[in-house]
């Protein structure tokens, strides 16, 4: 499925709902930011519904406190109305994070963590589709 397979009621669903969060992600993420790389952080309310999606660019090869620095922004000034985020990162291709993806997923689960805001979930956006990258509980598990 693809944003242009989205049911029409999909602003009211949850984007911890897995069968059309990738979908919202592919909507928001415009490939010309893919292209170039970015970062997209929708931000979620009242029933971890899309409130507003934010798309920063220009970010490749920013250091870790930087890539912190990004979410604590907005956690720190926004966290207590929000009830989660989904973080999208844009790559030109692939389906396989590469260590620029992982360090932004690694940073926004450190945020969230420590501005115990949930992270409901990190995908990879490029032209080639959308995928989930492991969540926290998944981490969790695997270390």
């Given at each position: 499925?693809?944003?242009d ?21 592919d ?37 870790y ?11 720190g ?39 115990d805001?949930?992270l ?8 080639h ?15």
């Open positions: 499925m693809t944003f397979n989205l049911p029409s009621d999909w602003p009211t669903r949850p984007l911890t709902d897995t069968d059309i969060a990738p979908d919202v992600v909507l928001v993420v415009r490939e010309s930011d893919r292209e170039t790389g970015c970062l997209s952080i929708l931000l979620c309310g009242d029933g971890d519904r899309l409130l507003q999606p934010v798309a920063i660019t220009d970010l490749d090869g920013e250091p406190l930087r890539r912190r620095e990004v979410f604590d922004t907005f956690l000034g926004l966290g207590d109305v929000l009830s989660g985020i989904v973080v999208a990162v844009g790559r030109p291709r692939g389906l396989q994070p590469d260590d620029e993806a992982r360090a932004w997923h690694e940073a926004a689960i450190a945020s969230c963590r420590e501005h805001v949930p409901l979930g990190t995908y990879l956006a490029t032209i589709g959308v995928v989930e990258m492991p969540r926290w509980e998944q981490l969790r598990t695997a270390g």
